[in-house]
């Protein structure tokens, strides 16, 4: 049974060529593969190469590619104040607005 998991197709140069980007939390140490396709009508879509990625790797990857990294949050939520709803709420009036 195939468990993996597309999370991207991305077009190549070519129409019959793209690079397909999987993971397959089974693959344990190297769930990520990216492969490079290409479309035959005999065929379909086939490999015709794929390199294995750890996580650590694709964390790598990502760095080098200038995409951010999620930060945690320094609250806690129970940290976080309610909304006090006591006060009456407040209406903004635009009568005065003009445009420029």
């Known amino acids: 049974m195939k468990t993996e998991q597309i999370v991207a197709v ?9 690079i ?5 939390s089974t693959a344990e ?3 990520i593969s990216v492969r490079s396709e290409s ?9 015709q190469s794929e390199l294995r990625l750890s ?3 694709m964390a790598g990857l ?3 590619l200038g995409v951010p990294v999620a930060k945690a949050c320094h609250f806690a939520v129970d940290q976080i ?3 006090k709803t006591e006060e009456e709420p407040r209406v903004l009036s635009f009568a005065a ?3 420029a």
């Open 20 to 24: 397909v980007i999987a993971l397959d």
């Open 29 to 31: 140490p190297k769930p």
């Open 10 to 18: 991305l077009p190549g140069a070519d129409p019959c060529e793209r």
């Open 97 to 99: 607005y003009r445009r």
């Open 81 to 83: 104040e309610e909304a």
């Open 62 to 64: 990502r760095n080098v």
């Open 55 to 57: 996580r650590s790797e």
């Open 39 to 47: 479309f035959s009508s005999d065929v379909g879509w086939f490999a």
